[in-house]
């Protein structure tokens, strides 16, 4: 193995938490929970795949917090109540007895909702909705609905929302959370110049929309207690508009990770379509870069960074602690056991595993997993 590579198979230890090597599973939306957002045993076999295929920790799909607003998609798992978060227990157990760690990825879609059977609107900053079209894999069609602007009374439930799912993903024996402030979805909505035209302290320039986040951040630490893992997710595209760049570039990835950076995070997890490349046009640093240099916590880098010797350079040069493998893991489930023998890994099939819907497939589960 070269030398570079063997950078990716080195532990790393943020609080207790022991990570075996520097692979971790992205968060990924796979619908496929029972229609009242219970977690099934379906899920259980999809996500020890990753375990015993090597990677240090797993990131949940994006999981929601409250029966509100905060569900995205039909068949959507949940942990809103207690039912939910005792689904999500044998899961956890599995992931843990095939020695990875398992972070529950708290998720509130705000706009970009297509399918919640709790209320019929969307919540949001302001009346804006998404560009594009819903996503039709995951069920959705046409045009997003135009959200309702939250009251400072929806901010105050949302927050909670957010503060007692965490301590139920604790409960339920996840190593941690990571708050889903990345692709659109509502706190990012918040973080967004078009979406976010509020007028009061939460809208205007950077510094005003970062600060819902930060709210949010310090009101989910209060409920998991110091010593648990948490993070949060932060990116420039989003699921209904891919393109989207911070308007003041470097200047604005400065505001918000420093911020960010002085919040109780023990992890920022950064995505960018290439996540080694300049993130606010040519000559700058790539978002990972950004999001280390300026937050100076730990990262993990995402976006397209499947080959060992690219994502090992990330390590290399101090530019991110650990790196987050997408659809190159939904292909390849045990990745970091190939890579480690020196195996190819097999390229992402997205007809196979997306079409129609992508939810868990029959030979996504069948598939044999390298040890
Ligand atoms: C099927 C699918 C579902 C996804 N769901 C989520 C999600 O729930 N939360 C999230 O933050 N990102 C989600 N993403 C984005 C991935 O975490 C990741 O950022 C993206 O696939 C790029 O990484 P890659 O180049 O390694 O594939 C999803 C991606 C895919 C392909």
């Known amino acids: 193995m070269a030398q570079n590579i063997d950078l990716l198979f080195k532990e790393k230890i943020i609080q207790e938490y022991r990570f075996k090597n520097r692979y971790i599973v992205a968060p990924m939306t796979r619908v496929s929970a029972v229609n009242?957002?219970?977690a099934t045993e379906r899920m259980k076999q999809y996500y020890e795949r990753y375990a015993k295929g090597g990677f240090a920790a797993i990131i949940s799909e994006g999981i929601y917090p409250d029966e509100e607003y905060s569900q995205g998609y039909y068949n959507q798992p949940g942990i809103a109540n207690e039912a939910q978060k005792d689904a999500w227990k044998p899961i956890v157990r599995s992931v843990h007895k095939h020695g990875s760690l398992f972070i529950a990825q708290i998720m509130h879609a705000g706009a970009q909702s297509q399918g919640n059977p709790h209320k019929d609107c969307n919540i949001a900053p302001s009346v804006e909705a998404p560009k594009n079209d819903q996503l039709s894999f995951y069920g959705g069609e046409g045009k997003f609905p135009i959200?309702?602007?939250?009251?400072?009374?929806?901010m105050e439930q949302v927050k909670q929302g957010f503060a007692n799912a965490a301590h139920r993903a604790k409960e339920a024996g996840f190593d941690g959370v990571e708050i889903h402030g990345a692709n659109g979805y509502l706190?990012?909505?918040?973080?967004?110049?078009?979406?976010?035209?509020r007028e009061d302290e939460y809208g205007g320039v950077t510094m005003n929309r970062v600060r819902y986040i930060k709210e949010v951040v310090k009101e989910v630490r209060r409920a998991v207690g110091k010593e648990y893992l948490l993070g949060i997710r932060i990116s420039q595209g989003k699921a209904?508009?891919?393109?989207?760049?911070?308007?003041?570039?470097?200047?604005?990835?400065r505001t918000i990770f420093e911020s960010l950076?002085?919040?109780?995070l023990d992890f920022i997890h950064v995505t960018d379509k290439d996540g080694t490349q300049p993130g606010f046009g040519e000559g700058s640093l790539s978002m990972t870069a950004a999001a280390r240099q300026f937050s100076g916590l730990p990262v993990i880098a995402n976006g397209q960074l499947q080959d060992p010797s690219k994502a090992s350079l990330l390590l290399e040069e101090e530019e991110a602690d650990f790196v987050s493998l997408g659809t190159s893991a939904l292909q390849n489930p045990d990745a970091p056991n190939k890579i480690r023998n020196g195996e190819r890994l097999e390229e992402f099939d997205f007809h196979s595993i997306m079409l129609p819907i992508a939810d868990i497939k029959d030979h996504e589960l069948k598939k044999e997993v390298k040890r």
């Open 147 to 154: 959200p309702k602007k939250m009251a400072h009374e929806d």
């Open 36 to 38: 009242n957002g219970i």
């Open 261 to 264: 950076g002085n919040l109780p």
């Open 187 to 197: 706190l990012d909505q918040f973080l967004t110049d078009y979406f976010n035209q």
């Open 240 to 253: 209904s508009d891919g393109e989207h760049r911070w308007a003041l570039g470097e200047t604005d990835a």
